[in-house]
């Protein structure tokens, strides 16, 4: 659908903050802050109230972007911002943003949220618990009386679901034919940013530029098992994974099924399996995060009696590295050439165009989440994310971090979709202290 603009990591390590020994410094705040503690309750009761906007008789969520439940949703986050002193304003593609002045407002903002558009039929974690739990940094600094150095931002990206588009837009990313695309609602992009507030004539209003911020920080559903399985409180987001895809053609001879003998076959479905294995063999033989899937075959003609003439498959690899990626595909490109030669049939790859390319976070970043979280007595695991986020796109003009907390069951872009209240309080917990470690750190 898009192409996602390539990140060079940007990280607080270049702006010259390691010198500040600012790892040393963390222990030292930690001893002093860490009795600061989230509202989880309050937390909680939100998602559960915006979870009504949107969602049907059966108790299902259909808050897609652009749509009714997606517009109620957004009106009722503005006003919460608004009770929590934060005047929000939309920006040209439908973000919502709250500014909290800093005391020195020569400082580069903190900016964090997340997105509250869900996929349809979706689950009430899934961008809800980055955004409210944004929103409780700030009812937390309010009722403590609290002012950062830095300006803080609250942002709730638009359609995250469909495309990353908010957040596209204020990286630069969005193209005049990316708002013409047609959204889930219907609606083009352009016309959904309409009906959000926006004003998709004027996009390049939202834009910042590299710099503009100080850091990204993303709180969110692991949207995976892993946490859950380990038994770990936090995931520490080293980078989001890129994503690339392939149509695979076997071409092989369509003939009849009881005349045409074993050894005389160009079977296209024979070598297709032998193809398959293949694949998660490469993908297995290395050590890593990466996957590998064929999730789509056809073939024709599709019937008893005739050998299989031609299958078309989908091929998508995934890692946090791109040059490993491109590896792992030559590799498999190696083992199709073996297979089509034994089998007597053709090979060929056609790379989509819809690729996304990897996403690191910034290493000091995953530092401070890190030693918030152990300073508030959490298991961490440093961990990739296999689901794209917002966080991807802004990782083009901001350092970005993310945090993860366990998903119960692993279940995700599902209305089962849950996270536990406790794990709800400590990724909220570790967002906050993270905020206030990182504002000690640049006077
Ligand atoms: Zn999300």
Redesign the pocket.
Known sequence: MKRRTFIKNTSLTALGLSALGMLDSYSKYFVLGNDLKVNGQRIVNRITELSKYGMDEQGHGYRVAFTRGDIEGRAWFMEQMRGAGLEPIIDAAGNIVGKRMGKNPSLKPIAFG??IDMVPDGGNY??PLGSISALEVIELLNENKMMTEHPLEVIIFSN?EGGTIGSMAMAGGLTKEGLQQKSQSGLTMAEGIKAIGGNPDRIESCVRKKGDLYAWLEL?IEQGGILEKENLQIGVVEGIVGIVHWEVMVEGFANHAGTTPMNMRQDALLASAQFIIAVNEVINAVKGNQVGTIGKIGLTPNAYNVVPGKVVMGLEIRDLSADKIEMLFREIEKRAASIATKSKTTISFKRQANESKPALTDKTLQQAINASAKALGFSTKFMQSGAG?DSQEIAAIAPVAMIFVPSVGGISHSYKEFTKAVDVSNGANVLLHTILAIDKHKG
């Open positions: 997340s997105h899934d961008g995250e969110h986020h």
